[in-house]
């Protein structure tokens, strides 16, 4: 975010215009709480639907019909900086108290949870990142910017950028992945995305990164809990993607609502000053998760709210979502001196100069026209974009005999009630879409003219209804395309797990349907990585859908008949069984490597290996790597090798580079991710494909967090995912 020198003066007369009670208004996140109809406040409603207690058109209902406080006085007498909602008519309406009704006519950020879309629903962070495809990425937040802006949202609470390592963590699912060089280009294409067009200010919303450190460390994935790490994984794995962030310009970030090394990131100076403010450059604010300033009494870090309220000022938390506890107790504590002006001051003008940055001050209301056109249709670029993004998400695991893609004109028989659950294809966090725009997989199957019979028999929460599984086991097709995973409320926030395995009945179904001696292909919907072994061992293929957003069964049915060929890979490593969470390809050597003799790191009862490596996704062509070298320059090295199709159709790789610092001060990861490109080949074409390792990429970060290049032998590799690669070595002088 720059500003320019008039917008700093701007900021900096508004500040002194303005009395206490106003700046720390501009530092409360209100939410609309419900009145009428139903006794719960909007933040739990939106829980309700986030966790699968309601649907998305109970949801719909009981919004429309009940009336909504929104706090309009206080919103009159400057107690307000933000509120969190997406209705766009309300938008306006706020906007206006605000802007014409105070004193000093300060607009309002209006914050919403645009994770992957809004109407337009495209895949969940881990699966799209899987594209491995920056420039879709940043495309498909550019949409979102778009039409949260159209909506009179002006604030995303994204991108999500933490580096998820265990997969019983159900927020996995709204991020990037496992590696933090991958979350990095990710983090860096949402920032563009969201903020990057500032031609008009319908373009573009301030983004919100989050969360603010360590909240996927919770120990043993247990969301809201305890994260322990030494300062070397901090910087090296979860700081990452929040440092490209910054350097991209994100206007603000969220703290975690967990506690890091035994201070809660609510009130952690050390990561909101020293590390996110000072070091990175973030000259935006930092917002609290909701309602945590009050959680820091749970955590015993402070005796009442007050303090809670005095401590996380004071470590630079700029803006209270939800509890009031600035509103109601930092005047007196201004006053009293706990909290000085200067650290108020800069908190208020950080608010200010987003708001200023954006434009609202010029550009305050949303064209209400604009909203009557997505209430008719989405916009055909979005849909467009949507489908490639999910088309280029989806990832193909396993294809024995090349049983895919299938002959459209071949009968088969679709199962799992999940392939009939349109508002299912949306993942978790998607608190905008329209039902009539979602793309079941049977209804993409449809939209194909594909030629199948369909028996829903059961679901991640159904039991198995033996006369639909008899009728299955009977039909005249003897492929069974399934669809089984999890319900979206099964990941996202509050939605640990420890058992991995697909939910339910869903592999006994799969199991009776093998021993009619089917030929079963899955397709997978899920928000997280799932403990695939016995899937791996009997089906015939497997596609990772996850939750590929509204056009889901298209972008399905294209891979399964060949429309498309399979692109994806993954970004998490997968298991076998439940036990070997977490896993992930890229942790540190250790004396005694996992191998078939019994002392060393593994477990007795799994295989070495996991079920699927990160990187990992086939297509319905083969590739070839050979002749790798190595060519050193003053600032890098060009590592160069030889790709080729060896198959029988067109196909697009993704060719990953990996390095190991094979001595090092510290203990380093057996393999980094450190580059990626995509190369497409006809049959029985080959390429000579070079990606330039920059040296200033070749470092770490020591136990004193500081970034380090060491002088010494690396290894280089390169490959189609992080297990199967070629490899060399040499030396670097730095
Ligand atoms: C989540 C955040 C979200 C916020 C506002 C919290 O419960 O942790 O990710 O942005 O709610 O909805």
Same mark, same amino acid.
């Given at each position: 975010m720059k500003l320019t020198k008039e917008q700093i003066n701007f900021v900096n007369n508004l500040l002194n215009k303005m009395t206490l009670e106003e700046k720390i208004g501009q530092l409360t996140q209100d939410s609309p709480s419900i009145v009428g109809g139903f006794d719960i406040s909007f933040d739990e409603l939106v829980e309700m639907l986030t966790d699968g207690r309601i649907s998305q058109t109970e949801f719909n209902k009981k919004i429309t019909n009940v009336k909504r406080d929104y706090h309009e006085d206080d919103i009159r007498n400057g107690f307000v900086g933000a509120v969190m909602g997406n209705d766009p008519k309300k938008a306006n309406e706020l906007q206006k108290i605000a802007v014409e009704e105070t004193r000093l006519g300060i607009p309002l950020l209006i914050g919403f949870d645009v994770i992957h879309g809004l109407r337009t629903v495209y895949p969940i962070a881990i699966a799209e990142a899987g594209s491995f495809d920056d420039e879709l990425m940043q495309k498909t937040a550019s949409i979102a910017a778009k039409e949260s802006r159209a909506y %009179? #949202?002006? =604030? @995303?609470?994204?991108?999500? #950028?933490d580096v998820a390592r265990d997969s019983r963590w159900g927020r996995v699912s709204e991020g990037p992945g496992e590696d933090p060089y991958l979350s990095s280009r990710f983090a860096t294409a949402k920032i563009k995305g969201l903020q990057g067009d500032q031609s008009s200010s319908n373009n573009y919303v301030a983004a919100c990164t989050k969360h603010f450190v360590g909240y996927s460390a919770c120990e043993g994935g247990r969301d809201y809990n305890t994260t322990t790490m030494s300062t070397n994984t901090l910087f090296n794995v979860y700081l990452p993607p929040f440092k490209a962030a910054m350097n991209a310009g994100a206007c603000s970030a969220m703290a975690a609502f967990n506690d890091l090394n035994g201070i809660p990131c609510t009130v952690n100076s050390y990561t909101?000053?020293?590390?996110?403010?000072? $070091?990175? /450059?973030?000259?935006g604010f930092v917002v609290s998760d909701a309602n945590a300033i009050k959680e820091c009494v749970n955590h015993g870090i402070a005796e009442n709210d007050i303090v809670a309220g005095e401590m996380a000022i004071n470590a630079g938390l700029d803006m209270d979502m939800g509890t009031r506890i600035y509103l109601n107790h930092l005047a007196s504590s201004i006053k009293n001196g706990t909290v000085s002006m200067d650290v108020l001051d800069d908190a208020v003008k950080r608010v200010l100069s987003v708001k200023v940055w954006l434009g609202l001050f010029e550009n305050p209301y949303i064209d209400e026209k604009i909203i009557e056109q997505y209430d008719c249709a989405i916009p055909k670029e979005h849909i467009n974009i949507c489908k490639e993004s999910a088309e280029k998400s989806l990832v193909l695991l396993k294809n024995e005999e090349n &049983? !895919?893609? !299938? *002959?459209? @004109?071949k009968k088969f028989t679709l199962v799992g009630s999940l392939a009939d659950s349109p508002d299912e294809v949306t993942g978790s966090w998607a608190l905008g879409f329209k039902s009539k725009d979602c793309v079941s997989i049977k209804k993409g199957l449809e939209n194909s003219n594909a030629n199948f019979d369909y028996y829903p028999i059961c679901g991640p929460n159904t039991s198995i209804n033996s006369s639909e599984l008899d009728s299955a086991i009977n039909s005249d097709s003897d492929i069974i395309v399934a669809v089984v995973g999890e319900l979206k409320s099964m990941s996202g926030e509050a939605s640990s797990k420890a058992n991995l395995i697909l939910p339910g009945q869903q592999r006994e179904m799969l199991a009776s349907l093998l021993r009619a001696n089917k030929k079963v292909i899955a397709i997978l919907m899920n928000g997280r990585p799932l403990a695939l072994g016995w899937e791996k061992e009997n089906l015939k293929a497997i596609i $990772? /859908? =996850?939750?590929? %957003? &509204?056009q889901m069964g298209n972008a399905i049915s294209s891979a399964l008949f060949g429309d498309i060929n399979p692109s994806g890979k993954l970004s998490c490593t997968f298991p076998s069984v439940n036990g070997q969470e977490p896993l992930y390809y890229n942790h540190t050597s250790t004396g005694r490597p996992a191998s078939n003799s019994k002392f060393t790191s593994k477990y007795v009862d799994t295989p070495l290996e996991p079920c699927f490596p990160f990187g990992y996704g086939l297509s319905y062509t083969t590739f070839k790597y050979d002749s790798l070298t190595l060519k050193e320059t003053p600032s890098s090295v060009n590592v160069t090798f030889n790709l080729s199709n060896t198959g029988k159709r067109p196909g697009t790789e993704t060719v990953q580079l990996y390095i190991q610092d094979v001595t090092a001060s510290i203990v380093r990861p057996i393999k980094e991710l450190k580059g990626y490109k995509k190369v497409s080949l006809q049959p029985g074409e080959s390429q000579t494909v070079t990606l330039t390792l920059d040296k200033s990429e070749m470092g770490f970060y020591n136990n004193m967090g500081q970034y380090v290049l060491e002088n010494g032998l690396f290894k280089i590799y390169v490959g %189609?995912?992080?297990? *199967?690669t070629l490899v060399s070595k040499i030396n670097i002088n730095f």
């Open positions: %009179g #949202i002006n =604030w @995303n609470f994204a991108p999500m #950028i909101l000053r020293n590390i996110l403010k000072d $070091e990175f /450059g973030l000259n &049983i !895919l893609p !299938l *002959d459209k @004109n $990772e /859908g =996850w939750h590929l %957003g &509204i %189609g995912n992080s297990k *199967d």
